[in-house]
């Protein structure tokens, strides 16, 4: 069975620190790249940041403009399992996360990065930052 389990979202205060996990499942990872992205409140679906599965230039990284430097996407080949390190989190970032699948395509990662590529995501996990 295909899936996607998503954990580590809640509520943290102003400046305070989550790091989400997503287990993947039911997928050849082989094929794809990685990403998370997110829906805030006003706002369509957009890319936080994604991470070259495959390829040789595995392990590479894209961040939206927004994280600033506060984010820090990983994954962990052996248990199938992606990460997002969230730094300093303002109440802009409170939203629904979703891990996703993007093509395993040889282009610049940042055109793979958007919500259009996702192949494959979760159910949302839900971060709230209160001020």
């Known amino acids: 069975q295909s899936q996607f389990v998503e954990s580590g979202g809640g509520l943290v205060q102003v400046g305070g620190s989550l790091t989400l996990s997503c287990e993947i499942s039911?997928?050849?990872?082989?094929?794809?790249?990685l990403g998370w992205f997110r829906q805030v409140p006003g706002k369509e679906n957009e890319a936080v940041s994604c991470?070259?599965?495959?390829?040789?230039?595995?392990?590479?990284?894209y961040y939206a403009g927004f994280v600033q430097g506060r984010f820090a996407i990983s994954r962990d080949k052996a248990k199938n399992t992606m990460y997002l390190q969230m730094n300093n989190l303002e109440p802009e970032d409170t939203g629904v996360y979703y891990c996703?699948?993007?093509?395993?395509?040889?282009?610049?990662?940042?055109?793979?990065?958007?919500?259009?590529?996702?192949?494959?995501w979760g159910q949302g996990i839900r971060v709230t930052v209160s001020s």
């Open positions: 039911g997928y050849t990872l082989d094929y794809y790249n």
């Open positions: 991470i070259r599965h495959i390829g040789q230039t595995e392990g590479s990284t």
């Open positions: 996703a699948l993007i093509p395993g395509l040889p282009l610049h990662l940042e055109n793979l990065c958007t919500p259009e590529r996702r192949v494959r």
